[in-house]
C-alpha cells in the first residue's frame, strides 16, 4: 500500500464514518484538503511524514491516478495529470483547480467500504478469565462447657445417646474441677474430684432424665433439685 492507497482508504473510511452520502456525490476540490481530510487534522491518522507527502497523495487522486476519483471540467483532471507526468511536478498545484469538482469511484468505494477497514481502532482485549473462588469451609460447630465461673468451648461429637446434648469429657491436664476450681490431674482420666469428690462426669435429672452438668443444683428442663453427693462413696 502506497501513499495514495492510504490517502483513498482512509478519506473512504472517514466518510462512511461521518459523512456516508458524500461517497456518492461530488463536491468542491477544495473541500477535499480543507474541512473533509485537512493535513493538520488528519495527519496522524494518515501516516504522512511531512505535508509535501500528503499534497504529493492529494494530487495523484485528482489527476486520476488509479481511477480513483474524477473531476468535471474534465480538461482539470487533464491538467493535473500533465503535472504529474513531468520530472518535478508541483505537489501543490491542485489548488489552482480549487472550484472544480469531484466524485469517488464507486467500484473503488465498495471495495474498500466492504474490506477490512485499516484504520478502525483495534478491538479491546477481552479481560482475562479468572478462576471461580471455592467457598470456604463451613466452620466447626462448638458447644459450651461450664468450667467452674468461666465457659470454654470444644468441637462437637457424635453421641449415641441423642438425649445427652452436653458432653462432659474431662481431658487430663486440660480442665479443672469445676467444684473447686483445682487442675485436675494429667496421669489418669477423672471422673471424681480428687480434691473435693465432686462427681465430674454429666448426670439425668432424677425427675425428667435431662443430663445436668457438673456444679448444676436444679434441672434446666423441670426445675427440679438434683444435688449430687460428694464422692463416689457417699451412697
Known amino acids: 500500500m502506497d501513499d495514495l492507497d492510504r490517502l483513498f482508504n482512509y478519506l473512504v473510511a472517514h466518510l462512511q464514518e461521518t459523512a456516508p452520502g458524500r461517497l456518492s456525490k461530488s463536491w468542491q476540490v477544495s473541500e477535499l484538503y480543507q474541512r473533509l481530510i485537512p493535513y493538520r487534522a488528519h495527519r496522524r491518522q494518515l501516516g504522512f511524514e511531512s505535508i509535501e507527502d500528503y499534497e504529493m497523495a492529494v494530487l495523484r487522486l485528482l489527476a486520476g491516478e488509479r481511477g480513483y476519483a474524477s473531476l468535471e471540467p474534465a480538461d482539470a483532471q487533464e491538467a493535473l495529470a500533465a503535472e504529474m507526468a513531468m520530472a518535478h511536478p508541483n505537489p501543490g498545484s491542485f489548488r489552482e483547480f480549487a472550484a472544480a469538482t469531484m466524485i469517488l469511484d464507486s ?109 448444676w443444683s436444679f434441672c434446666l428442663a423441670c426445675g427440679a433439685v438434683n444435688r449430687r453427693g460428694r464422692s463416689a462413696n457417699d451412697g
Open 107 to 215: 467500484s473503488a468505494v465498495r471495495r474498500v467500504a466492504h474490506s477490512d477497514d485499516a484504520y478502525a481502532p483495534p478491538p479491546k482485549p477481552a479481560p482475562p478469565e479468572t478462576a471461580p473462588r471455592s467457598a470456604p469451609p463451613p466452620p466447626t460447630p462448638v458447644l459450651p462447657i461450664a468450667v467452674g465461673d468461666t465457659t470454654a468451648e470444644m468441637p462437637t461429637t457424635e453421641v449415641s445417646d441423642q438425649k445427652r446434648a452436653i458432653v462432659f469429657e474431662p481431658v487430663p491436664g486440660t480442665f479443672a474441677c469445676p467444684h473447686c476450681a483445682r487442675a485436675l490431674p494429667a496421669e489418669r482420666e477423672a471422673i471424681f474430684c480428687p480434691f473435693c469428690g465432686e462427681q465430674l462426669d454429666v448426670a439425668d435429672c432424677r425427675t425428667c432424665g435431662e443430663p445436668i452438668a457438673p456444679g
